[in-house]
């Protein structure tokens, strides 16, 4: 017997039809001898539609009534799916997220997990019940319901994995796993049959957008096991782990999971997948005074108004040793405030010109093999060259290596480097099968 969590996202839980498939693979995991806890999230595009109508009624909405509205679309979900679960024979339970244990600060709108007390959780399928907890939603110290930010679910469902001690945490979406690179760029991406953590999290950082962030450093921390696949196939997908499964999922996990890892990682190729990002921006400071403390001021005002910097380059003229420029990126939500308050202190940094681009994007080439691997950036830049695109900005971390170029030549960089590291399938094997890739 084994502890399974089960998250499906919107696209799964889209529609009656849709509820009553997710219930017959609940009930036949149950059935299968495991103890089930499933996450759902709001059915397909409920969340959207709750967030369009309260902007039909105002641009102002208090934040806590706001929370209240978006929790609603995971508990008729939850409702929904417990109905068709009990409907099949197997006995099942919906839960809230405060029912579920999961204590948050009160952020609004992306508050984060501070505790789990999943006690009649664990209850429930000690009981040989099956749970079913809504998604994306917490409860503050003052009992007011929070939402943990778009795509949340995934969060919920790897803390109460990590809460539960569970032995894999199966994120069910409408693609068969996680892909070398987005297959509406590169029809001949491959899925990935395993990956680590480590990448995963490189990759949800950098634009992969089929897991939420934070459930990926969840997991990390926690060390819970992951499978991304499709509700809609009985494919497997992605196993992302730094360990072996246990052997009682055999069956539930893709062959790879379960073999030796030191063979596994044999045969794991230099570069695992491309992630890409479009969302960025980009500042220059040009001609601040380079002097200790002046990149700190930046930062520090940058972080004030809330911008979440990601690349950072600093270059200083040989022609004129005093003076250093500044660029960084940052999401393209950030710009607008980061401008305003630089610009209030242009006077004190003492800079001569804010340049500012919203026209780049962010290719990231991510693989722990490259660890070990000398000559990938040579690799990638010859590729980019090829292909005569320009790069802008780079930075790297151990298994990572990302270079901005113009938004244009973005979708043209990532199928020439698909190519030139020899990731292309044979034929193409990607299937979106629900449509909204949640
Ligand atoms: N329903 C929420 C959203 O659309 C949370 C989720 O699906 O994970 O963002
Ligand atoms: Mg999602």
Same mark, same amino acid.
């Given at each position: 017997m084994a502890l399974i969590v089960q998250k499906y996202g919107g696209s799964s839980v889209s529609d009656a039809e849709a509820m009553k498939r997710v219930a017959k693979r609940v009930a036949e995991t149950h059935e299968a001898g495991h103890q089930v806890v499933v996450v759902v999230s709001a059915m397909g595009d409920t969340t959207d539609d709750l967030l369009d109508t309260a902007a039909e009624i105002t641009k102002n909405a208090p934040e806590r009534e706001m929370d209240i509205l978006l929790s609603a679309g995971e508990r008729i979900s939850m409702a929904l799916l417990s109905m068709a679960v009990n409907e099949l024979g197997v006995p099942a339970t919906a839960y809230t997220g405060a029912q579920a244990g999961i204590r948050t600060n009160s952020n609004f709108g992306r508050a984060q997990i501070i505790g789990m007390v999943p006690e009649r959780i664990a209850r429930a399928i000690k009981d040989g019940q099956v749970a079913i907890v809504a998604g994306f939603q917490g409860v503050s110290k003052d009992e007011d319901v929070t939402t943990l930010g778009r795509g949340g679910s995934d969060t919920t469902a790897v803390a109460l994995a990590a809460a539960l001690n569970a032995d894999v945490c199966e994120i069910y979406t409408d693609v068969d796993g996680l892909f070398s690179a987005d297959p509406r760029i590169v029809p001949k991406a491959h899925r990935l049959r395993t990956l680590t953590q480590e990448e995963t999290l490189e990759m949800a950082a950098h634009g992969a957008k089929i897991l939420h962030l934070r459930a990926v450093e969840f997991a990390r921390r926690y060390g819970v096991p992951l499978h991304v696949r499709s509700s809609f196939s009985e494919k497997n997908g992605t196993w992302i782990s730094d360990t072996p499964a246990n052997p009682q999922l055999k069956g539930m996990v893709p062959a790879a999971a379960l073999a030796n890892p030191e063979e596994e990682h044999m045969e794991q190729p230099v570069i695992s997948g491309i992630a890409h990002d479009r969302s960025q921006d980009k500042i220059t400071v040009t001609n601040l005074p380079n002097t200790p403390g002046q990149a700190a001021r930046i930062f520090e005002i940058c972080a004030e108004v809330g911008a979440n910097v990601d690349m950072i380059v600093q270059n200083v003229p040989v022609s004129d040793p005093t003076k250093a420029n500044i660029t960084f990126t940052l999401p393209e939500g950030d710009a607008k405030k980061t401008l305003a308050a630089l610009e209030a202190h242009r006077a004190e940094i003492q800079f001569d010109d804010l340049r500012y681009n919203p026209n780049i994007g962010k290719l990231s080439l991510i693989g722990a093999?490259?660890? *070990?691997?000398?000559g990938v950036s040579a690799r990638l830049f010859k590729a980019l060259s090829e292909a005569n695109i320009n790069m802008d900005l780079i930075s790297t971390s151990e298994i990572r290596i990302s270079v901005v170029t113009k938004l244009d030549d973005l979708d043209r960089a990532v199928q020439a480097v698909h190519t030139a590291f020899g990731l292309?399938? *044979?034929?193409s094997e990607a299937v979106v099968y629900g449509g909204t890739g949640r």
């Open positions: 093999g490259m660890r *070990t691997n000398p292309d399938a *044979t034929e």
